[in-house]
């Protein structure tokens, strides 16, 4: 049996690899998001730049069209084949998308050609995405002890957001070093091309790590599913659908911070793109920093507590939030920003381990994958879409606190399904007298929710 100091190295390994691959997967897959101002006249000119714009995005909801399907397609290969294969194949689809969006020509030089491709490109970046943080998730559900599983999903949620903030961090460097002529031109390029050596990175560390005990358990006594979708589907549909009740709510609180605010500072506010950028930049660093911190209280009281305590956080404070964004200065609006925030981290961190929780190792990477994307496509890729589309409808700039009041109501209410707690990582711990590769507690307790 491997000494406790080697089991310890291997879970840090592990950890360290599943991060850093949700890091270049979100930075990769939201480059486009920050760039969306600077971009949606190159690809789609015209004389009314909210159209403009809403096209734009529109391009980028189109990527999570393909979240499910890729779930499906790295939930079957790693609920197969291992979690580590998953986890190498959606890092390398990615590295592709981000290449190709990088190259490609605009309208001015391609005509109708240079949408079609922008697409393909979104198209292969979602694909790879709707493997990911299923795939992450679940590797590190599996490998980390069962005292700190709140801890280590935490690192996850925090290699997510620290992609977001990188993004933000490369668009506004580059916008800062170049004209507005140079940005318009060929500076957007420059921050695809930086994803390129975070994914030579990351391919070195996750070609490191070891497949997770507990699928090397399940490997060697051949219980593996051979159909995880059916299997899913006839075991666990009730779990699929608390997976996507809560990732509406996790969706939509989150990609308004990740995708959306920076956009209304521009628009609304009337803020500079470089200001905004920086500040979007500054809020997220501090969303992702306190993710560790929201781990060990997931660990300490509980997924279900937090979770709750993050979307009543989000639902009070939208709206007061976001009335404060404009008209009040840019200090008083990064300040708005930041409590608009505060439900991120809880939010995150709970569902981090609570989603895998749910399911048996025969069918948890598909199970988070599906539930997960579905919701991805119903309140995150759109997300940035719903809220410019509020504003442009009603005249109300306040109107997409709303919806964020609406998605944090709908995962109150799944959460209220879930009957008992489903996990507690100290609690369950000190239950135990098995050894630290047995199957877990709090899957057992999942199991009788």
């Not at 689809?93 to 490609?104: F, K, N, Q, S």
Request: charged share 15%; proline share 4%.
């Amino acid at each position: 049996m491997a000494s406790p100091r080697t089991i310890d190295r291997t879970r840090r390994r592990g950890v360290i690899a599943a991060a850093a691959g949700t890091i270049v997967e979100y930075y990769d897959l939201t480059v486009y998001a920050y760039l969306a101002v600077v971009v949606s006249p190159l690809f789609f000119p015209g004389d009314d730049p909210t159209a403009s714009l809403l096209a734009s995005l529109a391009v980028f909801a189109s990527a999570y069209l393909m979240r499910p399907i890729g779930g499906l397609f790295f939930g079957r290969l790693g609920d197969r084949h291992g979690r580590k294969r998953a986890l190498v194949v959606s890092v390398v689809l990615m590295g592709i998308g981000t290449a190709l969006m990088a190259l490609l020509p605009t309208y001015e030089t391609a005509g109708v050609l240079a949408p079609a491709l922008l697409v393909v490109a979104r198209l292969v970046q979602g694909f790879s995405a709707g493997g990911e943080l299923g795939g992450a998730l679940t590797y590190v559900y599996e490998t980390v002890g069962p005292k700190r599983k709140g801890l280590g999903a935490s690192f996850v949620a925090l290699g997510s957001n620290s992609g977001f903030a990188l993004a933000a961090v490369a668009v506004a460097t580059t916008s800062a070093l170049t004209s507005t002529e140079q940005m318009t031109s060929w500076g957007w390029r420059i921050p695809f091309l930086l994803g390129l050596p975070l994914l030579l990175i990351c391919l070195w560390l996750r070609s490191r790590i070891e497949d997770t005990p507990e699928f090397e358990r399940s490997a060697a006594r051949d219980d593996i599913s051979k159909a995880p979708l059916s299997e899913l589907m006839r075991s666990h549909p009730r779990q699929v659908l608390q997976v996507f009740g809560l990732g509406v709510a996790q969706n939509a609180t989150g990609y308004m911070v990740l995708t959306y605010v920076g956009i209304h500072l521009v628009r609304e506010g009337g803020f500079s793109q470089t200001a905004v950028t920086w500040t979007a930049a500054l809020v997220i660093v501090l969303v992702a920093l306190s993710m560790p911190v929201s781990g060990l209280l997931v660990d300490r009281f509980g997924s279900k507590k937090i979770l709750l305590a993050g979307l009543v956080a989000s639902a009070v404070l939208a709206y007061p939030a976001m009335s404060m964004m404009s008209g009040h200065g840019l200090v008083v609006a990064a300040i708005a920003f930041g409590f608009f925030a505060v439900g991120t981290p809880l939010i995150q961190t709970s569902t981090a381990p609570l989603f895998p929780s749910l399911f048996t190792s025969r069918v948890r990477l598909t199970g988070v994958a599906l539930g997960f994307n579905i919701a991805t496509i119903a309140t995150g890729g759109t997300a940035a879409y719903i809220a410019t589309w509020l504003i442009d409808r009603t005249g109300n700039a306040v109107s997409p606190a709303f919806f964020v009041i609406g998605a944090a109501l709908v995962g109150l209410v799944t959460l209220a399904t879930i009957r008992q707690e489903t996990y507690r990582g100290a609690k369950y711990a000190a239950a135990e007298s098995i050894d630290v590769e047995a199957d877990d507690l709090d899957t057992v307790k999942a199991r009788q929710g």
